[in-house]
Structures are given as structure tokens and as C-alpha cells.
């Protein structure tokens, strides 16, 4: 069972950019499709971006343009890079790892981002 750990978020002016990265252990990292998701108060958690094993990406529409995944297989890292970031991109941003074989969807514990002056 893998297990993702989330680090990078905080409080971020308006504009500005936060690159957020979830390492994963106790799995084989490539096996796994990897994604961010985030809630924001009151809201429902929704899809942010996705990244497969061969590096094939999906991004909300809301995001494209401004938000980057990636992946590090030999780290067992997954990247999220935030740039003109917006208020409404303030909530708790969650990794994600999902293989239906390996047991389906594991979850991170959650990174905070806050974007406000």
C-alpha cells in the first residue's frame, strides 16, 4: 500500500506562484497514475490534474495554463507547479495515487494553500 506525503503549501500573495511536491513510499511509484485534487471550504474536492506513469497529463479547465504537473519516477515524487494564482485557488490540495489493481485510491493528508494580500 502506498503511502503520500504532501509539502510545499502556505500563504501566497495574489500573482504569485507555490510548486507543491507529495513523495510516495511502500509501493512501486510508476505503477501508479498520480493526481492532485483540492477542497476549498464549503466546497466539494475536485480534480486538479492527473499524470500517468508515461507522463500523459489531464487538467480541470480551469487550471490549464496556469497549474503544472509532473512527475519524478526514480524520486517517487509528484510535482504541482502553481503559477498566477488566483483567491478562488485557495483550499487544501491533496495527492493522489490510484491503480485499480493495487487497490484502488490512496490519499496524502492534505497541503494548505492560501492566496490573499
Known sequence: QVQLVESGGGLVQPGGSLRLSCVASGSIFSIYVMGWYRQAP?????????IASGAGTNYA?????RFTISRDNAKSTVYLQMNSLKPEDTAVYYCNAY???AGGHFWGQGTLVTVSS
Open 42 to 50: 464549503g466546497k466539494r474536492r475536485e480534480l486538479v490534474a492527473t
Open 99 to 101: 491503480n485499480s489493481a
Open 61 to 65: 479547465d480551469s487550471m490549464k495554463g
